[in-house]
């Protein structure tokens, strides 16, 4: 994958300084995951509020620095090698023999304590935002999930798609991996 994309010459004369996000529009944008980590910023959720053993694994967070279209390829191609490592770490911690099928909890019989939640986890296009507002009852009052889909394609685009050959919106709208499904409210 690395000698076919990333060294052919077609590839990087489309996508070298195709949609560069300057560094003062990460935060203030909201953009999160490989978009941001392309403009130098190495800010991972695993990394900086572990959750689950994110704390127990050893990975680094991938970065670059032109932030355009090619450097947000090359980043997700290094998260694709660490995630490759933290999925062998992961088998090496766990248990040899025993059970294999367990019993799984039944989301119908939770008991959700009253009160407001918001978590957040590292996702392969950024950050999720998870908010819940529970009443006490077995069921969430109210539940909202933000993607980063809707933030790099609609404010990012908006700005960054300004006069961009029509040629390249295609390949800008690609490198900065929407989900389409996620961008509909």
Not at 52 to 67: C, G, I
Request: net charge neutral; proline share 6%; charged share 20%.
């Amino acid at each position: 994958i690395e000698r076919t994309m990333f060294y052919n010459a077609t590839f990087k004369m489309r996508a070298k300084g195709l949609g560069v996000i300057p560094r003062e529009m990460i935060d203030s944008f909201g953009i999160t995951g490989p978009n941001a980590r392309a403009a130098g910023v190495a800010r991972d959720v695993r990394k900086d509020q572990p959750y689950l053993l994110y704390d127990q694994l050893d990975f680094e967070v991938a970065t670059a620095t032109a932030s355009d279209a090619y450097d947000r390829a090359w980043v997700r191609f290094l998260e694709m090698h660490q995630s490759i490592s933290l999925i062998r770490q992961m088998l090496d911690r766990m248990p040899s023999g025993g059970e294999i099928h367990t019993q799984l909890p039944n989301p119908l019989h939770w008991k959700i304590p009253a009160g407001q939640t918001y978590r957040r986890a590292e996702c392969t296009r950024g950050e999720y935002g998870y908010f819940l507002v529970s009443d006490g009852s077995g069921y969430p009052r109210r539940v909202y999930v933000r993607g980063p889909s809707y933030t790099h394609a609609m404010a990012v685009m908006e700005t960054l798609g300004v006069n961009v050959n029509i040629a390249d919106v295609a390949g800008l709208m690609v490198s900065l991996h929407t989900y389409p499904p996620e961008i509909e409210r």
